[in-house]
């Protein structure tokens, strides 16, 4: 990065309105940055129609912006969309937005999707939001995306929901990715869902970091529901051979349930899932947990879990690699479930370790 100071900044904004029979409306936002090696871009996208008599609004937004000097740069990107529609006696509606940003050693997206589909007379609105940043400041870079969907039908009809927020960060002696994914969808009378991700990197001299979470929601009157979460860590770090102290830390959350029982009476579906890494001058460690739960109003019952950990210890005298992974899925009724797990830890040969864990759970009931 040269000493010379660099800023760029981009705002966009879409919207439109359309009323009567079979009315259809468009809208798209883009914005885009480049400089001292590197480039942020965003794009939104809304469309609604109805078949019959209605109304139809909808609006994108997408900003980017970068500013960096000689020992320091930071670039963000960021979007929003959404669809609200009023039809008799159908209509749909969807909404996008990405974020994304590049360099030499940096990478993060956001993505979120939302649509719904009303197939008699009412309305449905849907939204989606996307961000990335990314900040250098001397040694240490961070970089965080996030994405968060939502859709929901007042009538007979289906939503879906999704997010996906990726982030990675290489130096010279360390490096960490982080990735996270949410997906929910209902059908029925009045479905509801919606998804949120979040994936964050940071790289120091001596360390490395990196966390992703991932929800999933979804609720109906009466009908079909499903939910699915995953989220992936993996973090490389080198050791210096002549540090002493070895600093265990314990697990930054509990095993309790990460989903809480709403009223049974109603039909709804969660999912959790979180990913998060440890890393200390000897040791590097991940861990997951995911678990989804659905049930429907007349007795059918869908749940699953994953867990996952890896740790990697290099001290002077040991080295040691452990991996392990649970999954337990249970159902009752019209339902399915599915979990899975992976984890992986290894020192390679100049001292580098690495330790990567991966967890994965849907839940679906009738």
Do not use: C, Y
Not at 268 to 283: D, G
Not at 338 to 360: K, N, R, V, Y
């Amino acid at each position: 990065m040269s000493g010379d100071s660099t800023s760029a900044g981009a705002e966009a904004t879409s919207d439109g309105s359309a009323s009567g029979d079979d009315a259809t409306v468009d809208t798209d936002a883009s914005t885009n940055v480049s400089g001292a090696g590197m480039t942020g871009s965003t794009d939104s996208s809304a469309d609604g129609s109805i078949e019959g008599d209605g109304s139809v609004d909808a609006a994108s937004t997408a900003s980017s912006g970068l500013l960096a000097d000689e020992d320091s740069a930071s670039v963000e990107s960021n979007g929003g969309a959404a669809v609200s529609i009023d039809g008799d006696p159908s209509g749909s509606a969807s909404s996008t937005s990405n974020a994304g940003l590049t360099g030499d050693d940096v990478s993060g997206s956001a993505n979120a999707d939302a649509s719904a589909d009303l197939d008699s007379t009412g309305s449905a609105a849907v939204g989606s939001a996307a961000g990335v940043s990314t900040e250098i400041d001397g040694d240490v870079q961070s970089v965080d995306a996030g994405a968060a969907s939502v859709a929901e039908v007042d009538g007979e009809g289906s939503t879906d929901t999704s997010a996906e927020a990726n982030a990675g960060l290489t130096s010279d002696e360390h490096s960490a990715e982080a990735a996270a994914n949410a997906a929910a969808g209902a059908a029925g009378v009045n479905p509801e869902s919606s998804a949120g991700v979040s994936a964050n990197v940071e790289v120091g001299d001596d360390f490395a970091d990196a966390n992703a979470d991932a929800n999933a929601d979804a609720n109906v009157d009466s009908g079909t529901i499903e939910t699915d979460t995953e989220t992936d860590v993996n973090v490389d770090a080198s050791v210096s051979e002549d540090e002493e102290d070895v600093d265990e830390p314990t697990d930054v959350a509990d095993d309790g349930d990460i989903v809480d029982e709403d009223d049974e009476d109603a039909a709804m579906a969660k999912s959790r899932s979180w990913t998060k890494s440890i890393v200390t001058p000897h040791m590097v460690k991940s861990m997951t947990h995911s678990l989804s739960h659905a049930h429907s109003d007349d007795g059918d019952l869908a749940k699953a879990m994953a867990k996952a950990q890896a740790k990697a210890l290099n001290t002077p005298g040991t080295q040691k690699t452990t991996a392990k992974t649970n999954t337990s899925t249970q159902t009752m009724g019209d339902a399915e479930a599915s979990a899975d797990a992976d984890a992986a830890a290894q020192i390679l040969p100049d001292g580098t370790m690495s330790a990567e864990t991966f967890g994965e759970t849907s839940a679906e009931v009738e």
